[in-house]
């Protein structure tokens, strides 16, 4: 793997590390329900949050095993407006991806641009042959956007989720799917 793998720039966004000069921007789409209603993170303090991201800003990016949380910034301005979760499964043969963006950002095609850089990245700095994005079957603009990137169905899983039944859908795309 190679040096540090960010800044990272598409045609609207940036790829970044998170920084703790980031906390105002993150804590407006984390503290926001509508955001949240189907992430696994929950909304945290200030303090929390502040500590979580001064962590993830100085983390070490794609290790198996571990997830790394990277920051998606307007290219325009370089502010904050969401952020990716990607896991490299320990023995670095597929990673797992999550994403979330602030409800005024949402609907632009942003998150597509952003979750493209990631996959793009993963395939470049590891030997994953796949990347998977589990999301609740209600997630409608999620499901959306894995399908529109490419991925494909390929289970369905009960689980409880909040505290409660719900079922969810596992999108994969693999390595050989992103080729020109």
Known sequence: MSGDLLPRSAERIVLRRLSVDDLADFQAYRCDPDVARYQGWEATSDSEARAFLDATGKGRLLQAGEWCQIGIAA?????????????????????EIGFSLNRQHQGKGL????VRAAIQMVFEETPAHRVIGITDTRNLP???????????????????FQGEACTEYVFALTRRQTAP
């Open 142 to 160: 999620s499901i959306r956007l894995l399908e529109r990137l490419g991925f494909r169905k390929i289970d369905t899983l009960q689980s409880i």
């Open 75 to 95: 290219r325009a301005d370089a502010a904050l407006i969401g952020d990716i979760g990607i896991c490299l499964s320990k023995d670095e043969t597929e990673a």
């Open 111 to 114: 998150a597509g641009d952003a």
